[in-house]
């Protein structure tokens, strides 16, 4: 069987590959966007902070380290999602003139 | 760990993959962000399944992230949505940094856990400290002229080095905790130094990068606490922010090394000795019958439009000679703006069309046929010396091939140099005219000068 770090490192490869490849075919166009959005799909370390603060036995530091991760975690999550799909109900096209 | 929790971080991991994959085009976009709120609100719900305890404090949490961040989505004007970007950045890689800090106190774990949080807590507290520099140089609270100091570069590495001494340390001995505010407080005094000789000029390139290890810092939390929901979204966001970083780099000639440790518009060139040069000035009734005239015009962006708020009046320019059957068409260099594509969302937001935006690959072979070509605010992307001339500092950078078109026409307050403090050729071209003034009002006295000849 292989370790977790393999497993991870694994995981780890393939998905930088596909990464630069998805992110290679966006159009130069939309790179203000993708990058709000990036932004705010990488506050997936919200997940962390919960682990950290749902612990039975999360020490006070703990639980107020893991309160701050996830306070601005989520402000990257909300503010992240919902500006990029303000910027992106601007792009329009040349409408039937 | 229950099994339910994994199979819907396969899903998420599943929806961030397609969120940044319908990004490539505009039609399909905001299908994109609904992929990924779906995504985050899974890998949110899968990790409650098995983690509620404490959910108090969760929610007091969640609900500041909430009062800050709905109105800073909707209240951000679009010209400062790279400070909100460097900010976010900031948030993300604190809270990277702080969960990472929580589990070394509490688990005090040895082997390749304690790697990975090692990295995650350093990527983090640099980025943390980096981007709020960042932050505070696009928003001018900060000076953007680099700031520099003897020996920086040698300062800068023994720091870099003294934190990874220190990280490497805590690595073989994680119960010696007394050493780590030592070691986050040299990985936050690196990031303010690692930006302070960087100017504004290269600040898309530092949000980009930026935004990648932010990204990798996600990733090695993922490897730290064995989730590999974390490894694949910070995998994304830290290729993501390669890939533009690597793009801001090509479109300004110059390498990482040179952007992070060449303190770029620094040594001002002498500007050979700023000989009294012959240019010729029009007035905006000139300008307007040129472009009246014109088949075909090409409007070249730069970031003094967006400073002069002159966006709308460009739109009105553009409504105004499409009526009339020239065809205009936008010229978008890749660092217009502060950020990666940020000229695109400034345009788009005073309802330009996005199949009139054409980027400089594409357009650069229509500028010989191009009868008027209108630059506003942008100066160093249209210099020919990139093109021709070796001993110019931006020599080899890839420029809009404005020179080639029949008549250009420039709107600028002055002949003073712009960001890299470079004279431009273009301006003394016997088919250039100045058009002296602010970009706003002279757009305007453009647009006015254009009804009466109708």
């Known amino acids: ?97 | 760990m229950s099994g339910l929790a994994n199979y819907v971080y396969i899903l998420a991991g599943a929806l961030f993959i397609l969120s940044l994959k319908w990004m490539n085009s505009p039609v399909l976009a905001r299908r994109g962000v609904l992929a990924g709120e779906l995504g985050m609100l899974l890998a949110i719900g899968g990790t409650l399944i098995n983690h509620h305890h404490n959910w108090e404090w969760m929610l007091a949490a969640f609900l500041i992230g909430l009062a800050v961040g709905v109105p800073i989505a909707y209240l951000m004007p679009m010209t400062a949505v790279p400070q909100r970007t460097a900010m976010s950045h900031a948030c993300g890689a604190l809270a990277a940094a702080l969960v990472g800090t929580a589990e070394i106190y509490q688990s005090q774990p040895g082997g390749f856990v304690m790697v990975a949080l090692i990295v995650e807590t350093l990527l983090g507290f640099l980025t943390f400290t980096g981007s709020l520099m960042a932050m505070g140089k696009l928003q001018e609270i900060l000076p953007s002229r680099p700031i520099t100091y003897r020996n920086q570069n040698l300062i800068n590495g023994a720091l870099f080095a003294l934190a990874v001494a220190i990280g490497v340390r805590l690595i073989f001995v994680p119960a010696n905790t007394f050493l780590f505010p030592f070691f986050a407080a040299l990985a936050l005094i690196f990031g303010v130094l690692l930006i302070l000789p960087i100017g504004g000029a290269d600040m898309p390139t530092v949000i980009a990068l930026l935004n990648s290890y932010a990204g990798l810092s996600a990733c090695a939390m993922g490897f730290a606490l064995d989730n590999h929901l974390l490894i694949i979204a910070g995998a994304l966001d830290g290729s993501s922010g390669l890939i533009l970083s690597i793009i801001m780099c090509k479109a300004m000639n110059r390498s990482f090394a040179n952007v992070l440790f060449g303190a770029f518009g620094q040594i001002q060139p002498s500007a050979a000795a700023r000989e009294q040069r012959n240019y010729r000035s029009a007035s905006a009734e000139e300008a307007a019958s040129i472009l009246e005239s014109a088949t075909s015009a090409i409007i070249v962006p730069g970031y003094g439009l967006a400073v002069a708020q002159a966006q709308h009046k460009i739109r009105e320019l553009f409504d105004s000679l499409s009526r009339r059957g020239v065809d205009v068409k936008f010229a978008i260099h890749p660092v217009a703006g502060r950020m990666p594509g940020h000229m695109n969302v400034l345009l788009a937001e005073a309802d330009i069309p996005y199949d009139r935006l054409v980027e400089m690959d594409e357009i650069n072979g229509e500028f010989p046929q191009c009868d008027v070509a209108l630059v506003i605010g942008a100066n160093d992307v249209t210099n020919p010396a990139a093109r021709n001339d070796k001993s110019s500092p931006i020599f080899g950078m890839p420029i809009l091939d404005v020179d080639r078109a029949r008549t250009v026409m420039v709107i600028k307050r002055s002949m003073s140099p712009g960001f890299a403090g470079i004279d431009n050729e273009l301006y003394y071209m016997d088919r250039t005219l100045m058009l002296f003034g602010d970009a706003k009002a002279f757009v305007t006295e453009i647009v006015k000068e254009l009804p009466a000849k109708a």
């Open chain 1, 1 to 97: 069987m292989p370790s977790n770090l393999e497993v991870g490192l694994y995981v780890f490869m393939l998905a930088t590959f596909v990464g630069l490849e998805v992110i290679r075919k966006v159009s130069p166009l939309l790179h203000t966007p993708l990058m709000s959005l990036t932004n705010a799909i990488s506050a997936i370390s919200v997940v962390g902070a919960i682990m950290i603060i749902s612990r039975e036995d999360a020490t006070e530091l703990s639980k107020w380290l893991g309160f701050i991760a996830i306070a601005a975690a989520s402000t990257n999550i909300i503010s992240g999602f919902l500006i990029t799909d303000r910027m992106l109900k601007m792009f329009k096209r040349r409408g039937k003139e």
